[in-house]
């Protein structure tokens, strides 16, 4: 290996620590990422991922417009409608709203297959009932992208149809390979997440502040227009993606008629709403897709180091790392990178050779594909964890990644042990 791989793995190293000691983490992901590109003689790299990063359409829509439909629900307490309407039958499950949390999550994710877009949807419904219930932010947080994965199960995931085109399947078929290995995922991260916030002592009833209290309290009777308020969006995505597809349509627009809705069923100044609305954009650029720019260029200088190819031509090496790498070389670079399309290039280069050793082209690759997908559920600098970090309220990603590391790691192993 070159020293500037080296040098990638000690600016990871301490990357991470710096992350533990609670570092603003936009200034440890840049000064990391520029620096690996600059030890790489490549700075320009760095400087393009963060130009490439600050216009990226599909999170700028899905992240702005949710914070801001976010702001809005928070304005007008239609959070706390919604919540004193489902308080009776919620608070009988008590601890096991959590799991419930990640289960609907989950299976939301099915129907929006980005992880980030979901978070953005889900997130303005969930986080006040977890919240109110006694769940702490982190807790919150953890319990939401416990179910961001459920997207491996979609037709409109990238992953699968890429699979599925490689093995010559259909997508449904190429589903249906790792089916059931997902599904059981599925319930490792709804068990373990609850597990995890139970040690951490996330979960204390009657632990709400005052002032989220406060908030209730200015609500004395529910208005059943105003409680579906932040249903909305949710309700559109999933109608239009699943049963409907005349109204199907992006995070962005549901978010929008969402706001409209919200809007028409309010008695507050338009004027003041429109601000408000803007005024969530704008934090949800500057607070979250401000991070997702960092690890942006984190990822680059990693590219740049060679550490990336380097880990990938140590799996194309040996037959039996490759048959192993295909689970845990894809989970590892999900870690690192924040991202499952990490799986993309183990698919490119080693998938093809899955008949040599002893696999089938859809098992591995599809393992490769869940493989990534479950690292960067416990990845600090994924873009779903920094969303919903910014909705929740979380100073820091590597709040989440105490509570998923352990269940995602117990996942891992069982599809490396079930798959291969």
């Known amino acids: 290996m070159t020293w500037t791989v080296w040098a990638a793995i000690v600016i990871v190293i301490l990357t991470v620590a710096a992350l533990i000691k609670r570092y603003e983490t936009r200034l440890v992901l840049l000064a990391s990422g520029f620096l690996m590109t600059c030890l790489s003689l490549d700075p320009m790299q760095g400087l393009n991922a963060f130009a490439k990063s600050m216009t990226n359409s599909g999170l700028i829509m899905a992240i702005c417009s949710a914070m801001g439909f976010a702001f809005v629900v928070q304005m007008t307490k239609y959070d706390v409608h919604l919540v004193k309407l489902l308080s009776a039958p919620l608070s009988k499950l ?41 769940v702490s932010r982190p807790g919150t947080a953890a319990a939401i992208l416990g179910g961001t994965f459920g997207s491996m199960l979609s037709p409109g995931l990238s992953h699968n149809a890429y699979v ?33 916030c139970i040690l951490l002592g996330d979960y204390k009833p009657g632990s709400v502040s005052e002032d989220e209290l406060a ?75 401000g991070i997702i720019i960092a690890a942006g260029v984190f990822a680059a200088g990693l590219k740049a180091s060679g550490l990336i190819a380097v880990f990938i031509e140590v799996l194309r090496g040996s037959n039996e790392i490759a048959r192993w790498g295909g689970s845990l070389g894809p989970f590892v670079m999900g870690v690192i990178t924040g991202s499952g399309d990490a799986a993309f290039a183990f698919n490119e280069a080693v998938t093809p050779h899955a008949p040599s050793f002893g696999m089938a082209v859809p098992t591995l690759g599809t393992m490769a594909a869940l493989a990534g997908a479950l690292g960067r559920m416990m990845s600090p600098i994924s873009g779903v964890a920094i969303v919903i970090c910014g909705l929740a309220g979380v100073s820091n990603p590597i709040e989440l990644t105490k509570r998923l590391a352990i269940p995602m790691i117990i996942a891992i192993i069982f599809v490396a042990l079930a798959m291969v």
């Not at 997508?171 to 997440?193: E, F, R």
């Open 215 to 289: 908030e209730e309290s200015d609500v004395q009777r529910v208005n059943i227009l105003k409680a579906l308020a932040p249903l909305v969006p949710v309700l559109i995505l999933v109608t239009g993606n699943l049963w409907i597809p005349a109204i199907k349509m992006g995070v962005a627009q549901a978010m929008i008629v969402g706001a409209i809705y919200t809007l028409a069923v309010t008695l507050s100044d338009p004027q003041a709403f429109s601000k408000r609305f803007f005024a969530g954009m704008g934090n949800g650029y500057g607070e979250v897709l």
């Open 164 to 196: 599925a085109k490689m093995a010559n399947l259909d997508v449904i078929q190429t589903i249906g390979v790792h089916m059931n290995y997902t599904l059981v995922c599925g319930a490792i991260s709804m068990i373990g997440v609850t597990i995890m």
């Open 94 to 134: 008590g601890l096991l709203l959590i799991p419930a949390a990640t289960a609907i999550t989950y299976f939301i994710c099915i129907a929006i297959p980005s992880a980030a877009g979901c978070a953005a949807a889900v997130g303005p419904t969930m986080i006040p009932l977890l919240r109110r219930a006694g």
